[in-house]
T-cell receptor
């Protein structure tokens, strides 16, 4: 059973915020939500992660709902270089990463 | 050095061949991982090594044999593979703090494997 579900694709205008949703309704209390992205079959690149609280770093913000059943990755000012497949991941207490099916984000000039 | 390196970048092998994939990191990470990624699919976890010992095997067929000879090196030995095993094989590493699971995984660029 998939631990996360994501829309298969999204478009975003360059310079606008990209909001990528993820559902993880079966997440356990000690499991973290991670976001990675992958460009042209390169190795996945870390973006951000969180447990309960919202998080922000130089790349993105992560908003986690209070019940922890869903989250949203926000890229505040999308650029063409942000075009990639974005994966929402649940990291288990057993140190396993379960990748979602990913959202293919296309940033449009 | 925050890099995970993988060799070779590309590998073509026959179904009767024996080959190995190599992964190396010098970040002092004590957890290392192998993933398999088919085209247009997400990476799937295969193996996890913690402190150089195999801690997770996600029911991977025995034709894939992992090895962790030291804390910096991870190998994946391949034997009698099938064409459906053709995929991108990704290696990753992370810190390992017992009881805390908020350490990011650093991924290598992968080895593109084709089985003929």
């Amino acid at each position: 059973d998939a631990k996360t579900t994501q829309p298969p694709s999204m478009d975003c205008a360059e310079g606008r915020a990209a909001n990528l949703p993820c559902n993880h309704s079966t997440i356990s209390g000690n499991e973290y939500v991670y976001w990675y992205r992958q460009i042209h079959s390169q190795g996945p690149q870390y973006i951000i992660h969180g447990l309960k609280n919202n998080e922000t770093n130089e790349m993105a913000s992560l908003i986690i709902t209070e019940d922890r059943k869903s989250s949203t990755l926000i890229l505040p000012h999308a650029t063409l270089r942000d075009t990639a497949v974005y994966y929402c991941i649940v990291r288990t207490a057993g140190n396993q990463f379960y990748f979602g099916t990913g959202t293919s984000l296309t940033v449009i000039p | 050095d925050t890099e995970v390196t993988q060799t070779p970048k590309h590998l073509v092998m026959g179904m009767t061949n024996k080959k190995s994939l190599k992964c190396e990191q010098h970040m002092g990470h004590r957890a290392m991982y192998w993933y398999k990624q088919k085209a247009k699919k997400p990476p799937e976890l295969m193996f996890v090594y913690s402190y150089e010992k195999l801690s997770i095997n996600e029911s991977v067929p025995s034709r894939f044999s992992p090895e962790c000879p030291n804390s910096s090196l991870l190998n994946l030995h391949l034997h009698a593979l099938q064409p459906e095993d053709s995929a991108l094989y990704l290696c990753a590493s992370s810190q390992l703090n017992m009881g805390f699971y908020d350490n990011e995984q650093f991924f290598g660029p992968g080895t593109r494997l084709t089985v003929l």
